[in-house]
């Protein structure tokens, strides 16, 4: 017997051996982002959690500038876009004229952390009921690979070839340490999805961030620490291994805050 | 008749925001109009509209509200003045971009920089010809009395929605810090949230309607054929707009040789210099363009074509509208300019000099 593609369908593709199925809420469009890149994973344990909470005709995302800039071509919600770092600005609008709604944004480390250092800080500060999402992965992966504020001590990166050396550069910045010392923020956790125990756990943070939202109580925000195989000119598998043996390190993983108190000595 | 009351130019267009049914004011606070956040957190419209009133952390993040708030579909309005309005102008490109309605008010103050808190109109060019980057014109209103700072903020609204596209109010700091007498107009109720649904539901990010299509606010198109046939459907908006809403003021003009133009504070200075030179006889007249963009041209033109002895453009800057009168003038009369920058203002009577050396015996 000849093996067809169609004949593979025929033999696989049916009802009882399916144990998977892309969420609705992904769009059929091609992601943009690299093979190996954690943003897919990332993109999808939010759309199946939005499914799955029936959230979907009451939720409204924010995009941001970076390798996530088209994630409303990826995300099938009602989706607005912002300009380099200000998704938190948003967001504050919405939910205060929509206070209904599940509003979150979907933000890379230059974005939340560089540029939208500001918009971060005092939105968490205020207490908006919103949920941030934020995609570390040290390093900018949308213009090329140059240094980010997250970028750890010693990495290379293109603005930073020789390593970076934080006596002229200045030491990675931990936001979400920092958010999770500011009284308006409920919930803030750090997660990772390079394998499948860490996608179980960064859903479990997700959906927590989401029902604090729902119940009211603050800003939820969840640091998901991800690769950039491209910037850091790794093979998928040696990224995640590089990210496990350094990010981690610098980077600890596990909840930061709960409940409006935290849980975990910030160092 | 409306509730008559005396009040400040900035105070009479919170109040305006409030009975104009606005969702959502985001400012930051600057001199010269902290007035503004000023009465609407002392007046809790919360309380009386449901309005939500918000004091940001900087111009940026205010602009920024707006456009998340206005790809909601609701009535969003800022104020500033003009270091924080440039602070603002990233934003600005994006809405206009993205083509978000909403309001925006600029209480100008000199400059350039930090430049000083006295009033000015020295940004101009910066509300007519774009201000941010790329191709985009923002739909202007020039008040010039407490009264227009509370009559433009419906009719601000309006166009913002009619074109889905900013709308400007383009006053400065005399307008803003003075008062006078204003009729204050009944009250607009809010839009409920099913009406805002029904009206920009088609558009706006109000969460996916079962069984439509989702909605997606941005300026963002990879695609240059497409960005490039986004930029030609804007400017046909814009075209729309210069055929449609074109306004202004005539005063004096059924027999008048010779014309100050001035919009806002130095349309008043004008108006007062216009009687001087009147009782000495000279035959003068005012045309007052309301909208900055789109610009009176043909109203200028029409003046020449019946014979126009000149036109003497009076402004609180350099000489920057001066541009768009030569561009409707063109060789056909003679075009000069008088003002003052920095905080300075013109008096009536050196206006009446100003016409009398500049354009009657020049």
Redesign the interface.
Known sequence: MELTADKIKELVVKPENKVYTKTPLLTDKTLSYCPGCGHGVAHRILMELVEEMGLENDTIGIAPVGCSVLAYEFMNVDMQEAAHGRAPALATAIKRLWPNKFVFSYQGDGDLAAIGGNETLHTCNRGENITIIFINNGIYGMTGGQMAPTTIPGMRTSTSPYGRDVQMMGYPLKMTEIVAMLPGTYYVSRQAVYSAKHVRKAKKAIKKAIEAQLEGKGTSFVEIVSNCNSGWKMTPVKANQWLEENMLDYYHLGDIKVDGKLVKEIV | MGELRLMKGNEAFAEAVIRAGA??Y?GYPITPQSEVIEYLMAEKPYERTGM?V?Q???E???I??????A??G?K?VTSSSSPGISLMM??IS?MAG?ELPCVLMNVQRGGPGLGTIQPSQSDYFQATKGGGHGDYRLLVLAPASVQEMSDFVPLAFDLAFKYRNPVMILSDGVIGQMMEKVELFDSIPRWT?EEVIEKNGDWA??????GKE???????DLDPYSMEKHNHDLFAKYQKMEEEEVRWEEINTEDAEYFIVAYGSASRISQKAIELARAEGIKVGLIRPITLYPYPYKVLQEKVEKGAKGFLTVELNMGQMIEDVKLAVKDNSKVEFFGHVGGVIPTPEEVVEALKTKIIGG
């Open positions: 969702d959502g985001f939500v918000l940001a952390e900087s940026l993040a205010a920024n509200m707006l456009y998340g708030g790809g909601t609701k969003v990233e934003g994006y993205a949230d990010t109000v969460g996916k309607r079962p989702r909605n997606i606010i941005t300026s963002l």
